[in-house]
């Protein structure tokens, strides 16, 4: 065992996509005047997977550490806000629902505002549950405003992401990072070397002959997995049986139909679409599964459904669903695609990347590479993308559609414990629980439980303490304040006029 305490001085970054730079710039915020010297290797020949541009609220978090300022931001990667996800045909062909960012209504008695919501819908005498979220309301209705500071108010609470494009968000994060030292290295690795003593990484090969050393290796070389794959031989856990759909194909158009706050996923005979809207484009993409469909197929499927003509060729991904056993092995961190993937159906890739950065700083080591805190560290990335894993199977499973062989196959596959424990809860009595501090809270797997069908048995008991007339009054309030609330919000296209328009070349 490493008993070391002496500090790292060294840390080599190898890729240059989302997870390199936002890990650069990151470190270089963190540990801004302090004797570490950064070093980030990434070569324009191989190229970054450039998607990634749908993201999810605590990415503002991320933005906070950095400090950026958040209009500046938006407008230098061409940014749109996203308050949610509309998912077209995923219950049954002609059906869509939202999973928005915010919570529905407001919890009544201590008990969550769905258990009188479900007595009232399932008596006919209360709308869709879209009606009493503001984000919803106010996503389809083209609106978006920053939290206000009005006391009870919902435009108090407004939580929101962004999508924005993948290449300049990389060049703004490379920026950042270059401006608080770090050092950039155009090269391609051709070789590593691990010590013999204790098979920790040693040094990098550049094909020009280079030899990079350091104390501690990022690894963001993406589904290459340079270091803990191809050099350390880690291992990787494939889900692949939960979740077919192994490859992408992505193709942007000019946005020809109004460009609203949020993502639309829209599923096909097998996989699905998606469309992000930003500034400048449209990004398009369809994931699917390559036991169902043909890469040329994928092609046609998504050209056929854009709004528009395609402003670039295909670009093709292939992955396999899955994480690595170990994100931290030895001496290499792997943050990004090289620590395993979950198609981007919830866009979950870049919080996966930020997570990584910040539970890396959590136990960031010294030289000694304490085994214990490795160990901890790889056990949170365990448990953070099974459960992660199990609310994107949820999609899959709870579906009434038999339509396609695909789909056959997802609404009858075994799912893991975890799904089948929240299906069976909130089908008997509508309880939802987050546990385990897991990224989608009660208000996410409701949204997706009921929007994908399903309708529990019966609701909270205490909801029954409460006269219907009364219920009814209190659902009509919510839903008026909610309504009048949105009327006060400005379109989003205002609003992005007004404070963080792209300058468009
Ligand atoms: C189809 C698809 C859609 C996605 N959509 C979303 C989304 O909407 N939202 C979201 O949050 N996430 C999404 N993701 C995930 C997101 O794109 C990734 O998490 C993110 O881009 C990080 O990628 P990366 O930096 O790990 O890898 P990459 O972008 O592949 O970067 C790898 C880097 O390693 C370098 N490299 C590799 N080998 C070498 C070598 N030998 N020498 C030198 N350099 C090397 C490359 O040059 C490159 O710079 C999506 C992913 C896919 C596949």
């Known amino acids: 065992m490493h008993t070391d305490s002496s500090p790292i001085n060294d840390v080599v970054i190898l890729g240059g996509g989302s997870a390199g730079w936002m890990t650069a710039a990151a470190l270089a915020k963190v540990f801004e005047n302090k004797a570490l010297k950064v070093r ?43 308050l949610g996800i509309e998912f077209a045909n995923w219950r049954q062909k002609g059906h869509a629902y939202m999973h928005p960012f915010g919570s529905y209504g407001t919890n009544m008695d201590a008990i969550q505002f769905h258990h009188y919501w479900l007595k009232m819908f399932q008596l006919g005498k209360a709308p869709e549950l879209d009606k009493f979220s503001l984000l919803c309301t106010a996503a389809y209705s083209g609106k978006f405003n920053r939290p206000q500071p009005i006391k009870n108010s919902p435009l108090a609470d407004i939580p929101y992401a962004f999508h924005f494009d993948a290449t300049l968000y990389a ?11 770090v050092t950039r290295i155009e090269g391609k690795v051709q070789d590593v070397f691990t010590r013999n003593s204790n098979g920790f990484v040693d040094a990098l090969l550049l094909e020009n002959g280079e030899r990079i050393h350091a104390d501690l290796f990022i690894d963001c070389s993406g589904f290459r997995a340079l270091l803990i794959e191809k050099t350390l031989n880690t291992g990787y856990e494939d889900w692949g049986h939960w979740l077919p759909c192994d490859r992408a194909v992505a193709m942007p158009c000019e946005a020809k139909n109004k460009v609203y706050p949020y993502t639309i996923s829209t599923a096909q005979d097998a996989g699905w679409t998606w469309r992000i809207p930003l500034q400048h484009r449209i990004g398009n ?74 539970r890396l700083m959590a136990f960031f080591p010294n030289q000694g590479f304490n085994q214990i805190d490795i160990d901890e560290f790889n056990a ?27 789909w056959r196959y997802c609404k009858h596959m075994d799912v893991p414990q975890g799904v089948t424990d929240k299906l069976n809860l909130y089908a008997s009595n509508g309880r939802i629980f987050r546990k385990d501090n897991e990224l989608f809270d009660e208000t996410s797997w409701l ?18 303490n409460l006269p219907e007339s009364e219920i009814s009054r209190r659902l009509a309030h919510i839903q008026k304040v909610i309504e009048t609330s949105v009327a006060t919000m400005p379109m989003q296209a205002d609003f992005i006029d007004k404070h963080c328009k792209a300058t468009m070349m």
């Open 40 to 82: 980030l290797i990434e070569s324009q020949a191989v190229g970054t997977v450039s998607v990634g541009e749908a993201t999810i609220p605590q990415i503002s978090r991320f933005n906070k550490l950095l400090g950026l300022d958040e209009n500046d931001f938006v407008k230098h990667t061409k940014g749109t806000f996203k």
């Open 285 to 358: 993409g369809y994931v699917y599964p390559s036991e169902f469909v043909s890469d040329d197929e994928a092609v046609d499927v998504l050209k056929q459904q854009m709004e528009n003509t395609p402003l670039a060729e295909p670009n093709q991904l292939r992955w396999k669903t899955g994480r690595r056993e170990k994100a931290w092995h030895k001496n290499v961190v792997a943050i990004g695609l090289s620590a395993g993937f979950i198609e981007p159906l919830e866009s979950t890739g870049l919080h996966l990347i930020q997570s990584g950065i910040s």
């Open 447 to 464: 949204a997706v439980m009921h929007g994908q069908g399903l309708q529990p048995q019966a609701y909270h008991p205490i909801v029954d």
């Open 171 to 181: 060049e703004y994060l490379r920026k950042f990072a270059e401006a608080r030292g």
């Open 380 to 406: 949170q990335s365990k448990l953070e993308m099974e459960q992660i894993r199990d609310f994107i199977i949820l999609h899959y499973k709870l579906t009434d559609r038999e339509d396609t062989e695909f």
